[in-house]
């Protein structure tokens, strides 16, 4: 299994997730075996700023070779579902009035996948044109959104095209807890086994 992204091997990691991406293989979801076309780009969340970079080069150079990417950022999607919902505002007044636990809760409520987010992302789904999805901003959205709640509920919803994840964090098998998405590297309570890590993909 690949190590995540680091400064080190940025370079090489981005010279192959370019090449699995623009591969006719990935798009057209073969030799996946009917799983549902879900991948990880595990990166060392030291180097959050250099993978935002990274994606913003990668899009533009997968539109430039004819692969249109639909880019997705959860905070951003968050921002905008509680500004739809008219408690944005709210929000900075009550603040400094609650505790951290009660905000969490309120912003749980509010972005709750299965009722709100997945929803809201369908919608931008089923509105693009697209080969390719990249949800990002997952280390901005925690612990309000957990990166596997996104994608057990989207299972449903963003099976028909493939969907990369960029995740800070690792992406760990292993026979006796199975997969998890270990955020920040130290979390290892999001057990999620239906992706594949996109640095461990043949182009």
């Known amino acids: ?61 997968l539109e430039k070779a004819g692969v249109s990417i639909l880019e997705i950022n959860l905070y951003d999607q968050a921002i905008e579902i509680l500004k739809e919902r008219g408690i944005w505002e709210q929000i900075f007044e009550v603040e400094p009035t609650v505790s951290k636990d009660e905000l969490i809760e309120l912003f749980q409520n509010v972005l709750d996948p299965a009722a709100n987010l997945i929803p809201a992302i369908a919608e931008k789904l089923a509105n693009s044109e697209f080969d390719v999805l990249f949800i990002s901003g997952v280390g901005e959205v925690f612990p309000y959104i957990r990166s596997h709640n996104v994608l057990n509920n989207l299972q449903s919803t963003a099976k028909d095209k493939p969907t990369l994840m960029f995740f800070p964090g690792m992406y760990t098998h292993s026979l006796e807890t199975g997969a998890s998405l270990d955020l920040f590297g130290r979390l290892h309570d999001d057990k999620y086994y239906r992706a594949f890590n996109i640095l461990d993909v043949e182009p």
């Open 1 to 61: 299994m690949s190590t995540p992204v680091t400064r080190k091997n940025i370079d090489d990691n981005y010279e192959h997730i370019f090449n699995v991406v623009s591969g006719k293989r990935f798009r057209n979801k073969q030799s996946l075996n009917n799983e549902i076309p879900f991948f990880i780009c595990p990166y060392d969340p030291a180097i959050a700023v250099e993978m935002e970079r990274l994606q913003a080069r990668l899009t533009k150079r």
